[in-house]
């Protein structure tokens, strides 16, 4: 009938959009449309003329939409701003639709690369770096990789050719602990000079990739023995604070010397 009153209304989780219009094609027919942005388990119903149809209060469950880079997340410790050389970093990525609704379903186009960023060139450039990402089929993606070399890094996280929220992230790697392999000792302390003479050297710490440290706080990490004893005096390990550190000495007699670090 011409005169039929329409409403509906949606229980759940976001306001209901909607509408009525009538069929052009099929008389007495009225056609429903409404959307919702949240994803979630809903009641609809349906009044005509004040009175609920048959089968009212039906079930309705909207699912996520299609993935929106905009909208994606990414946390981790792989993501954080300041990492040490050599620990195997990871994150995870939150699939999310155009309305921020959490998927909940995977394979979708999200990519993982890590680079190392060259700042100290005319132009700025990337070096890829390898990293490993895992599809857990519910909307999840977990990410890892390992760093050897310290220095500036860049991850991108993107779906399609567009970055997720907050990508690329910006991460620095730092040198690891001091290896005894790795550091060394260097100036006229470890060479030779005369007796009587003050003398000193520089120790550079380095970790077991090769990384020279450039912070200090590791001065009591070192010993130094000299061999024979014949140091008149010396002084306390100074910590430049940079990664390395300076050892003064005054051999009281002349001869050979052997210097262990």
Do not use: W
Request: net charge negative.
């Amino acid at each position: 009938d011409s005169d039929d009153f329409a409403e509906i209304s949606l229980e759940g989780g976001a306001a209901l959009e909607g509408d009525f219009i009538r069929s052009s094609t099929i008389p007495g027919t009225l056609i429903a449309r409404y959307s919702t942005t949240v994803a979630g388990d809903y009641k609809l119903t349906v009044l005509v003329n004040g009175e609920g149809i048959r089968g009212n209060r039906f079930d309705v469950i909207t699912r996520p939409n299609v993935i929106k880079a905009f909208q994606c997340d990414a946390a981790g410790s792989g993501l954080s701003a300041d990492i040490l050389v050599d620990d195997k970093v990871d994150f995870l990525i939150q699939a999310r639709d155009v309305y921020g609704n959490i998927r909940t379903q995977g394979d979708d186009p999200v990519t993982v690369q890590v680079f190392k960023y060259i700042s100290d060139a005319a132009t700025p450039y990337l070096i890829p770096y390898e990293s490993n990402m895992n599809d857990e089929q519910n909307g999840k993606y977990s990410a890892n990789y390992l760093v050897t070399q310290s220095g500036e890094f860049r991850v991108y996280v993107m779906v399609d050719d567009d970055h997720i929220r907050n990508s690329p992230f910006p991460v620095r790697f730092h040198a690891g602990l001091p290896d005894a392999s790795k550091t060394t000792a260097s100036g006229e302390g470890v060479i030779g000079g005369l007796k009587g003479e003050d003398m000193s050297f520089i120790i550079t710490s380095r970790d077991k990739y090769g990384n020279r440290r450039t912070e200090g706080g590791l001065a009591q990490s070192f010993s130094i023995t000299f061999l024979p004893s014949i140091v008149e005096s010396e002084s306390l390990l100074l910590d430049r604070r940079d990664g390395t550190y300076l050892k003064s000495y005054k051999p009281s007699e002349g001869g050979d010397l052997s210097i262990a670090v």
